[in-house]
């Protein structure tokens, strides 16, 4: 008996974790932002570093290229008060879902594009395929508030 629902909460576990991971970030996102900001701004040397390795690492980062370039397209179309991340900006960005902690391969427009986020680098963020599809044009407040229900 206790076995059995022990296992059916560890099944409903995951979903519940990422959800609650994407809370804690998302209330303390001014601090951990404000907090690897300045780390990074002691550790230029660990950052170019990790540039690198990361670029060696992704020998197919023309898709890398070709979404920076699509981002560039689409921000030049709508026009945008801010000056649109450049690629190395974005490899300084942590490649992670920064929803649920997954790997990520989308790139995000936290205040969505569609409507008039701009493409600077505060405006981006990595999200994994799922979270992406699931946030949609929505904002981040809408998205977390949705998802709750
Ligand atoms: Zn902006
Ligand atoms: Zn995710």
Not at 104 to 132: F, T, V, Y
């Amino acid at each position: 008996m206790a076995a059995a629902g022990q296992r059916r909460r560890r099944a409903a576990d995951p979903e519940k974790t990422k959800r609650e991971k994407r809370e804690y970030y998302w209330k303390n996102r001014d601090k951990i932002v404000e907090q690897n900001k300045a780390w990074r701004a002691r550790n230029p040397d660990v950052m170019y570093a990790a540039a690198q390795r990361w670029k060696k690492a992704h020998p197919d980062k023309e898709k890398m290229y070709s979404r920076a370039a699509h981002v560039k397209r689409k921000a030049a179309k709508l026009g945008t008060q801010h000056p649109v991340a450049t690629l190395d900006e974005i490899l300084t960005l942590e490649q992670r879902c920064q929803a649920c902690g997954s790997d990520a391969e989308h790139l995000d427009h936290i205040w969505p594009l569609a409507r008039g986020g701009c493409s600077a680098l505060h405006n981006l963020q990595w999200l994994c395929e799922h979270c992406n599809c699931s946030k949609g044009a929505k904002t981040m407040d809408e998205w977390l508030g949705s998802a709750a229900t």
